[in-house]
């Protein structure tokens, strides 16, 4: 089921659960665009293959707040706001390690790798490399086994790379929990990578028609982001 935030004629508001991709899929699998052309064409049928402005995206593994244009002009005026970056968005992690600054930034330069699909930090000079920046503040810290200490944090992206925030906080020691791809204690183990810890619960911007400033929240429920969310400071 489609869980629907905000609706009007331009926007759709929605939530990515884990596991599913933001935009169309090349395989057999669902995706968020399908779905919600299936929910355009449920509340107006027979139109013609409903219009679905894919604004930003997430990865697979990765849950959060999307929204999508319903319109070429709508999404012209979304993805402007994203490129200019007064689009904000704000997500919650769950690192594995206890981090010690209460706030902080993070700048480095990374380097995507096609072939793997991997990206990784490398010095500024190296071809190819780009400024990846990120804030960060603790909001917990909590003892889970087996997994030993953990962090809650809220990370705020100052730069848009490629799995940025996992490579990034794997690489300063403070990888992100159930992520294969980064994570040594799951890459090992084959654990992890459908629900990795890592939600974009906070979003706002400004709508495309109206002029209106729309701020979303929706908090992650689902697996470690529960009990961490029941954990103790």
């Known amino acids: 089921m489609l869980e629907i935030l905000y ?115 490398v010095d500024m000079g190296i071809t190819g490399a780009k400024r990846a920046e990120l804030e960060y503040r603790v909001l917990k810290h909590l003892q889970q086994e087996p997994y030993g200490e953990l962090t809650l944090a809220e990370i705020s992206l100052l730069t848009g790379r490629h799995h940025q925030i996992r490579v990034q906080m794997a690489a300063h020691g403070f990888p992100l929990w159930g992520d294969r791809k980064y994570n040594p204690a799951f890459s090992e183990t084959g654990r992890g990578a459908d629900n990795i810890a890592l939600s974009a619960y906070r979003l706002n911007f400004v709508h495309p028609v109206s002029g209106r400033s729309m701020e979303f929240c929706r908090q992650p429920d689902q697996g470690i982001f529960h009990i961490a969310d029941s954990g103790q400071n």
């Open 7 to 121: 609706e009007d004629k331009q926007i759709l508001v929605v939530w990515k659960p884990p596991g599913l991709e933001s935009q169309s899929s090349r395989g057999i699998g669902a995706d968020m665009v399908s779905e919600i052309r299936r929910h355009i064409h449920n509340i107006s049928p027979g139109q013609k293959i409903p219009y679905v402005g894919v604004i930003h995206r997430l990865d697979k593994p990765v849950s959060g707040i999307m929204v999508y244009a319903k319109d070429k002009k709508s999404a012209a005026s979304l993805s402007s706001q994203v490129s200019q970056g007064s689009m904000d968005k704000r997500y919650l992690a769950v690192l594995c390690g206890k981090v010690d600054k209460n706030v902080d930034k993070y700048v480095d330069y990374l380097l995507k790798d096609e072939k793997s699909n991997r990206s990784l930090v």
